[in-house]
């Protein structure tokens, strides 16, 4: 019964795959925006199942809703703008909603709205070219099929100016780490590493998708930070999902998958587990989530036998001090082990910038915005290496004495454990640059000199070289030998030899 299950689902992508590469029926007819309807919409009721909607330059305001087959062209994202109506900020509406299947958007700007592009319940859509910005969530999918996860969104579609990585029926392949929207369609050993995904319907989501890697991701801002549908035995490892407003992680319909080490801190809801079973979660950190744990016809595992996880509400004791609370009931009914402290055994990665030259008594500006930690870095301390201290992100220092300093970055997590990185900063005093640099010009005056000596010497027309040599007066040769003697030297052997 499963087998014919399986064959019934890879049937249906295939089918939707075909869908979305079939073209719009012959004979189609053209409406052009505003030269035949003054809105997009208008043109879009007006249309029939197949033909083109052409949109010439401009700025669209309103809402748009595509429910037929038919094609939505724009004279280029930097050109064709939809906007909805607001007069400050961002409107609480979706910009374009995708509601029919079979759809061709191309060539737009997408702004302003509470969800900037979403294909809901609907298959075989074409996305090429477009700009999804400045949107509270800036592109999503909906559905609760697999053809409606069958879609073509390549690369060249952007959200807030970072590519959309839509792959369907991929295989053994690594997401770029640019990207800035994830959705892995019936796929298999996909890996998604070191990707930072802000302000989305979804962060990653996975749709029948098994034997895939999701890594070091940072989810920030999103509805949904990783969802998996549909998908089995994949691992979530080390990510950072913060501030999502819906579900951190939601599983539906997901087995024997593998979720550790990762924190999840102030979402709507932590975890989502649906109608999935056998999943294995434990070392995660859920942190100040309004719902840490929801669980619907659901049985899975929340420990490794001896640790579960960290949560941030137990408030049990841990009497024999081994970190691991000493409770008679699951910690909300599920964690038989809940950890005392947070966990974490990555230590963070400090960064203290490039090396730096300065003047004395001028103010030195260091950033160490660049550290890092998988949950947070709680202290940045400097050492200037002139015996002075500071803390803080962005300090600033002043040297009151010229000379060459190391300066030393510490920064310490919310679990204790700290990491450092220096700098060398050259001092160096205004009044000493006047001598130092006209010998450095006189030098390279005479550097200069000598290559084009050289160069002339190498001509077969020897009389210009000559003619060049003796160009030069009394005046000249004296003002040179002042400024360096080694290339007076050279210039006379090529004078005489000349």
């Given at each position: 019964?499963r087998?014919?299950?399986?064959v019934?689902?890879?049937?249906?992508?295939?089918?939707?795959?075909?869908?979305?590469?079939?073209?719009?029926?012959?004979?189609?007819?053209?409406?052009?925006?505003?030269?035949?309807?003054?809105?997009?919409?208008?043109?879009?009721?007006?249309?029939?199942?197949?033909?083109?909607?052409?949109?010439?330059?401009?700025?669209?305001?309103?809402?748009?809703?595509?429910?037929?087959?038919?094609?939505?062209?724009?004279?280029?994202?930097?050109?064709?703008?939809?906007?909805?109506?607001?007069?400050?900020?961002?409107?609480?509406?979706?910009?374009?909603?995708?509601?029919?299947?079979?759809?061709?958007?191309?060539?737009?700007?997408?702004?302003?709205?509470?969800?900037?592009?979403?294909?809901?319940?609907s298959?075989?859509?074409?996305?090429?070219?477009?700009?999804?910005?400045?949107?509270?969530?800036?592109?999503?999918?909906?559905?609760?099929?697999?053809?409606?996860?069958?879609?073509?969104?390549?690369?060249?579609?952007?959200?807030?100016?970072?590519?959309?990585?839509?792959?369907?029926?991929?295989?053994?392949?690594?997401?770029?780490?640019?990207?800035?929207?994830?959705?892995?369609?019936?796929?298999?050993?996909?890996?998604?590493?070191?990707v930072?995904?802000?302000?989305?319907?979804?962060?990653?989501?996975?749709?029948?998708?098994?034997?895939?890697?999701?890594?070091?991701?940072?989810?920030?801002?999103?509805?949904?930070?990783?969802?998996?549908?549909?998908?089995?035995?994949?691992?979530i490892?080390?990510?950072?999902?913060?501030?999502?407003?819906?579900?951190?992680?939601?599983?539906?319909?997901?087995?024997?998958?593998?979720?550790?080490?990762?924190?999840?801190?102030?979402?709507?809801?932590?975890?989502?587990?649906?109608?999935?079973?056998?999943?294995?979660?434990?070392?995660?950190?859920?942190?100040?989530?309004q719902?840490?744990?929801?669980?619907?016809?659901?049985?899975?595992?929340?420990?490794?036998g001896?640790?579960?996880?960290?949560?941030?509400?137990?408030?049990?004791?841990?009497?024999?001090?081994?970190?691991?609370?000493?409770?008679?009931?699951?910690?909300?009914?599920?964690?038989?082990?809940?950890?005392?402290?947070?966990?974490?055994?990555t230590?963070?990665?400090?960064?203290?910038?490039?090396?730096?030259?300065?003047?004395?008594?001028?103010?030195?500006?260091?950033?160490?915005?660049?550290?890092?930690?998988?949950?947070?870095?709680?202290?940045?301390?400097?050492?200037?290496?002139d015996?002075?201290?500071?803390?803080?992100?962005?300090?600033?220092?002043?040297?009151?004495?010229?000379?060459?300093?190391?300066?030393?970055?510490?920064?310490t997590?919310?679990?204790?454990?700290?990491?450092?990185?220096?700098?060398?900063?050259?001092?160096?005093?205004?009044?000493?640059?006047?001598?130092?640099?006209?010998?450095?010009?006189?030098?390279?005056g005479?550097?200069?000199?000598?290559?084009?000596?050289i160069?002339?010497?190498?001509?077969?027309?020897?009389?210009?070289?000559?003619?060049?040599?003796?160009?030069?007066?009394?005046?000249?040769?004296?003002?040179?030998?002042?400024?360096?003697?080694?290339?007076?030297?050279?210039?006379?052997?090529?004078?005489?030899?000349?």
């Open positions: 019964m087998l014919n299950t399986s019934t689902v890879v049937c249906c992508v295939l089918v939707a795959t075909s869908l979305i590469s079939q073209q719009i029926i012959a004979g189609s007819q053209i409406i052009k925006v505003p030269e035949d309807y003054p809105a997009i919409q208008l043109a879009i009721d007006a249309a029939n199942t197949g033909d083109t909607i052409q949109v010439a330059s401009g700025t669209y305001f309103g809402k748009v809703r595509v429910t037929k087959s038919l094609r939505l062209i724009g004279e280029g994202p930097e050109n064709t703008v939809i906007t909805p109506e607001a007069a400050n900020g961002t409107a609480i509406v979706t910009v374009v909603k995708v509601l029919a299947d079979n759809v061709e958007i191309r060539g737009f700007t997408i702004r302003g709205g509470t969800t900037g592009v979403l294909l809901q319940f298959s075989g859509t074409l996305l090429r070219n477009n700009v999804m910005s400045d949107n509270k969530r800036n592109f999503g999918v909906l559905g609760d099929s697999l053809s409606h996860f069958a879609h073509d969104v390549d690369s060249s579609n952007m959200v807030d100016g970072k590519p959309i990585c839509f792959w369907l029926n991929s295989h053994g392949r690594q997401v770029p780490t640019e990207a800035g929207y994830v959705a892995i369609v019936n796929s298999t050993k996909i890996t998604v590493k070191d930072e995904l802000t302000s989305n319907w979804q962060g990653v989501l996975l749709v029948n998708t098994r034997h895939s890697l999701v890594e070091n991701v940072t989810a920030l801002g999103n509805d949904e930070g990783i969802v998996l549908r549909m998908s089995n035995e994949n691992t490892l080390m990510n950072h999902l913060v501030a999502v407003n819906l579900h951190a992680i939601y599983c539906l319909s997901s087995y024997n998958n593998t979720f550790t080490e990762n924190t999840i801190s102030n979402a709507t809801r932590g975890v989502v587990m649906q109608h999935s079973n056998g999943n294995t979660i434990y070392h995660n950190n859920f942190i100040n989530n719902e840490q744990l929801r669980q619907l016809n659901s049985s899975n595992i929340w420990d490794n001896k640790e579960g996880n960290y949560w941030s509400n137990y408030q049990g004791e841990d009497m024999d001090g081994d970190g691991i609370g000493d409770t008679s009931k699951p910690h909300l009914g599920v964690d038989h082990y809940p950890l005392i402290d947070l966990f974490d055994e230590p963070p990665k400090a960064d203290a910038g490039t090396n730096q030259t300065v003047m004395k008594d001028v103010p030195a500006v260091f950033d160490a915005s660049s550290s890092w930690d998988n949950i947070d870095i709680i202290a940045y301390e400097w050492s200037f290496g015996g002075s201290n500071c803390a803080g992100v962005t300090p600033s220092h002043v040297y009151h004495t010229a000379g060459v300093y190391t300066v030393t970055l510490t920064v997590d919310v679990a204790g454990k700290a990491s450092t990185d220096t700098i060398i900063v050259s001092v160096v005093d205004l009044h000493e640059f006047p001598p130092r640099w006209v010998l450095f010009v006189a030098i390279a005479m550097a200069i000199i000598l290559v084009i000596v160069r002339l010497r190498s001509s077969p027309k020897k009389e210009n070289a000559c003619r060049f040599v003796n160009a030069l007066n009394e005046a000249d040769r004296i003002q040179i030998t002042k400024a360096q003697h080694v290339f007076l030297a050279v210039f006379c052997v090529e004078s005489s030899q000349s």
